[in-house]
């Protein structure tokens, strides 16, 4: 199975925990990023990055909101939408077929 197909919460919480948290946080899947204080603006560009070294994704400037980017829940939903083709992997919506 290939390693971007796998379930990704585990990656993103120990990407989180190792470059966020340092042990002093127990996070929950739908604890807010930003709320919480754990990511900046910085910290969203850092995770950003991570996505496309770890799942080979793209995150378009539009899709750089908190309904994708916010939780461990959103991120994993947002990644899975991106991996299954229901979101195109470079962030660019496809254009509707010809009639």
Do not use: C, W
């Not at 899709?63 to 991996?83: G, H, Q, T, V, W």
Request: charge should be negative; avoid cysteine.
């Amino acid at each position: 199975m290939d390693q971007k197909t796998l379930d990704p919460l585990p990656r993103i919480r120990n990407f989180l925990e190792e470059n966020f948290l340092f042990g002093q946080y127990i996070l929950k899947d739908n604890d807010s990023f930003l709320e919480s204080g754990i990511l900046d603006s910085t910290g969203v560009l850092q995770l950003i990055s991570f996505l496309g070294d770890s799942f080979g994704v793209t995150v378009a400037d539009e899709e750089m909101i908190p309904d994708n980017l916010d939780s461990i829940e959103k991120l994993a939903a947002f990644l899975n939408r991106k991996l299954s083709g229901s979101v195109p992997a470079d962030g660019h919506p496809r254009p509707e077929p010809a009639k």
